[in-house]
């Protein structure tokens, strides 16, 4: 019989806890079908998940189908619980993601995605609620393969094996020929992630589940396990005696009760659950999931016999929160008590600062928080409470440094030499090795790369735990008598360290992925908050609605779905969740008001310990690679003259070109204010009248409202660009006034935007995501104060918005027919004899200096 291990992920509210009911029920596991508002469902059997109605732990259930025997493993919806979802992935052999056919693709089913795709494990997808949702099969699928994948494939239709030959070459093939697919050829693309099939029901009515029992079955493989011993461990928790579980998959081999793991550990017990209950066996076998009782040293994610190591999470809580306890319990005590939930969530994060004798943990969000909060009260008897939270800043680096880290007090001695190079955003801590064993023992080096894996290493801007970055052992040094054990620890957190105050390092800030969705006439209020909020988003239409995507800061997205319903009047629809770390706004702002001083933080030093006529002294950060003992790793470079400029053959003083002025065009006269002719006797003068006059022109509408540009970009936009470039110079030296082009770049990816000052006026081209018409509404906002500000576009919603922020506007065909009379009047004036007068006089200035 095949074995497989399922696991059932969705958004919340999708109906997985039903699917999961309905899966069980029709696999003959349950008689009775459970219902998440009855509060009796299989899996969700915690009162904390009853009476919220969600699932918050992680649980396993088996049952069989046909020729298989399911493992299927339920997880958490919500987004709070997400680092509990992630770690199910690593023992997934294949994965249900249900999507709510009411509502289609939402955020967190985006976020699931990508994890599935980062772990690499084959998706069924199952398209709940058609029994009550709006919109069709068809709808659904193209939502999904836009957002999701193209090769997401609805099975349910007859025609599914044509569909499934176009998303291969080979298979196309095999099909043409034979016009049929075979079962191998399917399985073999779904099992590597080529093809996502689809199905379509209503778990609550039992509707489409067969379909898919039936498709899993039929298009599932079953892996292939080395023969040799390999475990993986998952998950820690406690029975309801209090005894510790290690949950594991079985990844090679086999192992039985009474065996003594590479930890020393001897196995007491291996129970295999479904729900509640648990079966004791004696042996466990490659791809089983079960849990080992009388473990007391492992950790989640450990691995033992000849399964590789875990890879870092990619998700993990980013608001830090301060833990008061409420009965008369010391803050070090309670933190030997509540050390023990971070067995069972390394994310959770809990540490004690003995200088401010506080307990701070880490958490997704205020569900997670009211949760924890209970359990802590069921499980020690502790009344707790949590201060309002902090963002949880990360730190990495800019550019590769070595570090260099030394401990040699009397009869001590390590040294340790440690590579730093930063990783892209979300790759987390690489910890490898390219020391030479000549250099440093195996031993030795093991130790190193154990110390650098198993320790949250903090950054020297903040104190926050740095990340993406890659620590390479190149080089490190014992002492055949004096090495001790906790020598070369010393030595590897001293030379991480160094390397980090040695280097450029970068403040991370968490942000939130958002969608909103308005009515338009609150497009320019949202994204003038969004531009505020420093965020980056594009705009689409939605019907009769507005629909805004991008990212923005956490620290000040927080609060703002408030601040939505009240603008929109409960009309406006706000979804977000946790993107990523990315560089921090105002790093300087924030680095000032966590006031960090590395040098001050006894418990992760930043400089060596050398030793000198029998005792050891302290050798600064910056003073350490003048002491240490073996070479350097990187070589710094040659420093390179820099260039200097080529100086001019010639110089014209300002004094040299009046002369000219005043002798090809007479004297300058200089007026003064009083003889200046009042264009009006009004006493009252209007505010815009005094303020200094400003234009902004929306470029593009500005070409593709002239003809002569219009036609020109057709075929050469950039040259249609200089040209309005040219063209917009003149206009302002007719004008005098402040003139700024503004050109879209919203669409050029990674685009930072740029501003630069071309003779007389300002070119601006937007940042990514920012379109021209956000650009200057947000200046006309941030300007009017200071100048009297016209726009010239002829974008009717813009024009509108403008005048609402109190500018002026003016059409493109107004300002091209200005611009057209004032070059018409200029070509009236203009004299060539004068002008030639005038180039031959500077032309004599040159020769003379020559």
């Given at each position: ?465 740095i990340t993406d970055i890659r620590l390479t052992l190149v080089s490190g040094k014992a002492h055949d008598k004096h090495t001790e054990g906790g020598d070369f620890l010393q030595a590897t957190y001293r030379a991480v360290r160094h390397g980090l105050k040695s280097t450029t390092s970068i403040l991370l800030e968490p942000f939130y992925e958002f969608k909103i969705i308005i009515s338009p006439e609150y497009i320019s209020r949202v994204t003038y908050d969004l531009e505020t909020m420093h965020g980056s988003f594009t705009v689409n239409d939605l019907d009769d609605l507005v629909c805004i995507t991008g990212s923005a800061p956490v620290r000040f997205m927080q609060g703002y779905q ?78 390179i003259e820099p260039i200097k400029p080529a100086t001019n053959r010639y110089h014209v003083s300002d004094e040299e070109l009046q002369k000219v002025i005043e002798r090809t065009f007479g004297p300058v006269k200089t007026r003064l204010y009083h003889e200046y002719k009042r264009s009006d006797d009004s006493s009252s003068v209007s505010i815009k009248d005094v303020l200094m006059p400003c234009l902004l022109v929306d470029g593009y509408n500005i070409i593709h409202s002239w003809p002569a540009l219009k036609e020109l970009a057709s075929t050469d936009l950039y040259n249609a660009r200089i040209q309005l470039i040219d063209y917009m110079n003149n206009y302002q030296g007719f004008k ?115």
């Amino acid at each position: 019989m095949k074995q497989l291990v399922i696991g059932t992920l969705a958004h919340v509210d999708a109906g997985k806890t039903t699917l999961n009911e309905s899966l069980l029920y029709t696999g003959g596991a349950i008689r009775k079908l459970g219902r998440v508002d009855h509060q009796d469902s299989f899996l969700d059997y915690d009162t904390q998940e009853r009476s919220r109605g969600i699932t918050i732990y992680m649980k396993q259930a088996r049952f069989e189908y046909h020729d298989c025997s399911f493992t299927m493993i339920d997880t958490p919806g919500h987004v709070d619980f997400s680092t509990e979802m992630e770690r199910t992935l690593r023992v997934l052999d294949y994965a249900i993601l249900v999507i709510s056919g009411s509502e289609g693709v939402q955020a967190h089913t985006l976020t699931i995605w990508n994890l599935l795709k980062h772990y690499n494990i084959p998706v069924f997808l199952f398209i709940n609620k058609m029994d009550i949702t709006h919109k069709t099969k068809e709808e659904l699928m193209n939502d999904i393969q836009k957002q999701l994948h193209s090769n997401c494939i609805d099975f349910t239709n007859s025609d599914y094996e044509e569909a499934v030959a176009l998303c291969d070459e080979n298979l196309l093939n095999e099909y043409l020929n034979t016009n049929a697919l075979q079962l191998d050829s399917v399985s073999e693309l779904i099992f590597n992630r080529k093809v996502f099939p689809c199905f379509f029901g209503s778990a609550l009515k039992l509707d489409g589940i067969d379909d898919l029992l039936t498709g899993l079955a039929t298009f599932s493989k079953e892996k292939k396990y080395p023969d040799e011993f390999g475990a993986i461990v998952y998950k820690i928790s406690k029975d309801e005696k209090g005894n510790r579980l290690t949950h594991v998959k079985i990844t090679g081999g086999s192992i039985a009760v009474k065996s003594i793991l590479d930890n020393g550990e001897k196995i007491d017990q291996i129970r295999v659950y479904s729900g509640t209950k648990f079966d004791a066996v004696n042996e466990a076998t490659a791809g089983m999931i079960c849990c080992f009782k009388g473990l007391e040293k492992t950790q989640l994610n450990d691995v033992f016999g000849n399964e590789k190591e875990v890879s870092t999470p990619m998700i993990s809580s980013y608001m830090s929160y301060r833990i008061h306890i409420l009965d008369k319990v010391d803050n070090i005590k309670g933190y030997q008590m509540l050390k023990e939930l971070q067995d069972e969530d390394p994310q959770l994060r809990i540490s004690y600062s003995q200088a401010n004798d506080e307990i701070r943990i880490q958490l997704m969000g205020d569900v997670q928080y009211e949760v924890l909060q209970k359990l802590i009260l069921e499980r020690y008897k502790l009344n707790v409470a949590f201060d309002f939270g902090k963002i949880a800043y990360k730190e990495t680096i800019a550019e590769k440094v070595e570090g260099v880290g030394h401990y040699e007090p009397l009869r001590h001695y390590a040294e340790v030499h440690i590579l730093l190079e930063p990783l892209p955003i979300g790759s987390g801590i690489e910890v490898i090795s390219k020391c030479h064993t000549d250099t440093l023992t195996k031993n030795y080096q093991n130790q190193v790369l154990s110390l650098l894996d198993g320790k949250e290493h903090l950054g020297v801007l903040t104190g926050s735990p740095i990340t993406d970055i890659r620590l390479t052992l190149v080089s490190g040094k014992a002492h055949d008598k004096h090495t001790e054990g906790g020598d070369f620890l010393q030595a590897t957190y001293r030379a991480v360290r160094h390397g980090l105050k040695s280097t450029t390092s970068i403040l991370l800030e968490p942000f939130y992925e958002f969608k909103i969705i308005i009515s338009p006439e609150y497009i320019s209020r949202v994204t003038y908050d969004l531009e505020t909020m420093h965020g980056s988003f594009t705009v689409n239409d939605l019907d009769d609605l507005v629909c805004i995507t991008g990212s923005a800061p956490v620290r000040f997205m927080q609060g703002y779905q408030t601040t939505l319903a009240s603008l929109t009047r409960g009309s406006g629809k706000f979804t977000c969740h946790f993107k990523d770390y990315e560089p921090c706004i105002e790093s300087e702002k924030v680095i000032e008001e966590i006031n960090y001083d590395s040098e001050t933080d006894i418990e992760n030093p930043t400089g060596s310990v050398f030793c000198k006529q029998g005792a050891g002294f302290y050798v600064p950060w910056n003073e350490v690679t003048s002491y240490m003992h073996l070479p350097p790793y990187l070589t710094k470079p040659k420093a390179i003259e820099p260039i200097k400029p080529a100086t001019n053959r010639y110089h014209v003083s300002d004094e040299e070109l009046q002369k000219v002025i005043e002798r090809t065009f007479g004297p300058v006269k200089t007026r003064l204010y009083h003889e200046y002719k009042r264009s009006d006797d009004s006493s009252s003068v209007s505010i815009k009248d005094v303020l200094m006059p400003c234009l902004l022109v929306d470029g593009y509408n500005i070409i593709h409202s002239w003809p002569a540009l219009k036609e020109l970009a057709s075929t050469d936009l950039y040259n249609a660009r200089i040209q309005l470039i040219d063209y917009m110079n003149n206009y302002q030296g007719f004008k005098n006034n402040l003139l700024i082009l503004v050109f879209d770049a919203y669409k050029v990816k990674e685009n930072p935007g740029k501003i630069s000052k071309i003779n007389n006026i300002y070119v601006v081209y937007t940042k990514e995501s920012e379109t021209a018409d956000t650009y200057i509404e947000r200046v006309t906002h941030d300007l009017s104060k200071k100048y009297n500000i016209t726009v010239a576009t002829s974008d009717g919603m813009e024009q509108l918005i403008i005048l609402g922020n109190g500018a002026n506007r003016i059409s493109a065909r107004e300002l091209i027919l200005d611009y057209e009379k004032l070059m018409e009047g200029f070509r009236k004036d203009y004299d060539p004899e004068l002008t030639k007068s005038f180039n031959m006089a500077l032309e004599d200035i040159r020769k003379q200096n020559d």
